[in-house]
């Protein structure tokens, strides 16, 4: 039976991959997207930590999910005394790279496609004892090979949007068997447990712990990426600071617009824009400077300080524009007003929790289906501002301008309530060691530090 789904699968992915081949081929050579790592994804050529320890695998697909993942590996290592030797994977080159960053003592590598030769090299080589999942990275294949290997698997921070759990719901009969075979399911939300056991999640394997986003806040004062970015951006003056982070299209284009009529009102408004995809960041920069605007890009790197580039020739604050990977947590500190992108359209949204646990006040649109549950905390705790339509951006912004009291006391409330919420990470860790049957790999005097 295995077989036959083996072939199934196969047959699937290479039709999709034979479809998706000229959009493929136009993206490695346009953005240089799809190149890295292909003897990993394709082969499934991963390495294997150096030395005996045994290997706990940890993978998150692409850049939000590697920075929740950090905090999750450095508790684990503290909590099993660093017994075990760690793998970290991911599925896209800005995600690889951040993660080279983030995991310095870790073996990082890429997430094989879900042929299965690839999956069955992978897990050969990596012989991992037990397998952590970020989130909702579920593929048949990969499950499959767990599972016959006896592979425990875990989900942490596991969240399911409404939407795509409609869709799963249509196919529950091919899902089932992947989600029954999860070990342990650490659910952010009752909602999104409930999802889960209707999708075949076993019950017993079911736990909320809340969402590790809470907990991956970084947002001390000390931050040495403030000073940074303040030094390249040549943010010298004290006038309040606009950053609209996460943004797509046409979001720019709203935050300029609104930006530029309000520097009448507030002359000394800086604006710093992060576009989501780093293949859009020329395309951001360019429709900057075709409104007349002046431009520090931060990939230009900490320049010696040039007060007068900091402005145009009218006067008026340059735009700032973050085009490096890894650097926006750090950025939303510098943010009095908050902008999180993602949210006019249809994308559903970007994570609020990170300006949120600065203080900012933050605002985003309507469109927020991927952080149903964080918004519904925010908007209880009065300590957001949710916006209807675009037309409401302008309004919103001045209104928080002319009232500074008013912001700080949103971004008070806000930061009061990611605090509340924190606590994720030390469950999580609590029972990965308890569920997948970690401990039979650790003395006893770690697991009873760890529990």
Known sequence: MDSVMHWLLNSVYVLLLTC????IVWRMVRHGRYRRGLAAKLLGRLQRPPGVRPVVWFHAVSVGEVVQLQKIVLEFRRATADRFAVLVTTSTD????LAQQRFPDCTVDWFPLDFSWAVRRAISRVQPVQVVLMELELWPGFMAACRNRGIPVAIVNARLSERSF???????GLLQPMFSGLRLIAAQSP?????????GARPDALQITGSIKFDGAECRDDHPGLSALRAAFRMEHSGPVLVAGSTQ????????DAWQQLLPECPDLTLILVPRHRERFDAVAELVQQRGCSLIRRSAGA?????????????RPAVRLLDTIGELSACWGLADLAFVGGSFGNRGGQNM???AAWGAAVLFGPHTWNFRDVVQVFLEANACLQLADPADLLPALRGLLQDPAAAQRLGATARQ???????????????????CELEQHLPVQVITRAA
Request: hydrophobic share 45%.
């Open 20 to 23: 998706l081949s000229p959009l």
């Open 94 to 97: 800005t995600g690889f790279e």
């Open 166 to 172: 409609r869709r799963y719901l249509r196919v529950r």
């Open 191 to 199: 909602a999104i447990a409930e999802r889960l056991r209707l999708l």
């Open 249 to 256: 299209e046409p979001e720019e284009q709203l935050i300029l």
């Open 303 to 315: 320049m010696p300080v040039d007060l007068s580039a900091a402005r145009d020739s009218l006067g």
């Open 353 to 355: 929790i990170e300006p």
């Open 417 to 435: 309530t990611v605090q509340r919420q924190q606590g994720a990470v030390a469950v999580t860790i609590r029972l990965l060691l308890e569920r």
